[in-house]
């Protein structure tokens, strides 16, 4: 069980278009998802705590008009990247709690052109 | 600040041998400390985790302790095998189900 997944895993964009990343909880409800963004060879970044029917609260630092959360139902928040910039470019990987421990999908590797 | 380091450098290993990560943190009181494996360009995957409570846990070849006075996890993979060679993440988290922070990750690498 606790299986979330992410799609799509990989996606090229222009620069100055929006992206759109969904995660799903497979077997289970999470009120409460995570976004994170991980830079080569770096460590995973908290951005921002998704909940479910409510908005989402940001790390500091993190736009949240740029990184749009939407958490709308409770196996499925959207991290959408508006004008996607080059330096926007980066790992993007979501999480879901389950039973005390927080599981995570494979990540989605972002390019933008 | 709140620092969570573990050690940069790769720990390169012999099959067999027991590989010792080691995860240290200041200006923190996690209430549970959580290691993680992750794979080139895969998500975190979830292997143990522990309260501050606890002094030792293990799984299989796993073991972690978790030293509060200390501030320090130390995690012990024993009879390594190539296919551990992997990156390890330590977290800490102040509440169930609250938000991690990850340390940098150690690189694991088993030779044969």
């Known amino acids: 069980g606790a299986v979330v997944s992410q799609h799509p895993s990989w996606v090229i964009c222009k620069s100055g278009t929006s992206v759109k990343i969904e995660c799903r909880s497979l077997?289970?409800?999470?009120?409460?998802m995570f976004w994170y963004r991980q830079f080569p060879k770096q460590s995973l970044m908290l951005m921002a705590t998704?909940?479910?029917?409510?908005?989402?609260?940001?790390e500091q630092g993190v736009e949240k008009d740029k990184f749009l959360i939407n958490h709308a139902s409770l196996t499925l928040s959207t991290l959408t990247v508006t004008s996607a910039h080059p330096e926007d470019s980066s790992f993007y990987i979501c999480?879901?709690?389950?039973?005390?421990?927080?599981?995570f999908g494979p990540g989605t590797r972002l390019l933008v052109l | 600040s709140q620092k969570i380091e573990q050690n940069s450098e790769a720990l390169n290993i012999q099959e067999g041998k027991t590989a010792t990560l080691t995860c240290n943190y200041t200006n923190y009181s996690p209430a549970y400390l959580q290691w993680y494996r992750q794979d080139p360009g895969r998500g975190p995957v979830f292997l143990l985790l522990?309260?501050?409570?606890?002094k030792e846990k293990r799984k299989e070849r796993l073991k972690v302790t978790f030293d509060t006075t200390l501030k320090q996890s130390l995690f012990h993979i024993t009879a390594s095998q190539p296919a551990d060679s992997a990156t390890y993440l330590c977290a800490l988290d102040k509440a169930a189900g609250n938000k991690l922070t990850f340390g940098g990750g150690t690189r694991v690498l088993v030779k044969p």
């Open positions: 522990i309260r501050e409570n606890e």
């Open positions: 077997d289970f409800q999470a009120t409460t």
């Open positions: 999480s879901a709690n389950f039973q005390e421990t927080q599981y």
């Open positions: 998704s909940n479910e029917g409510s908005k989402a609260t940001y």
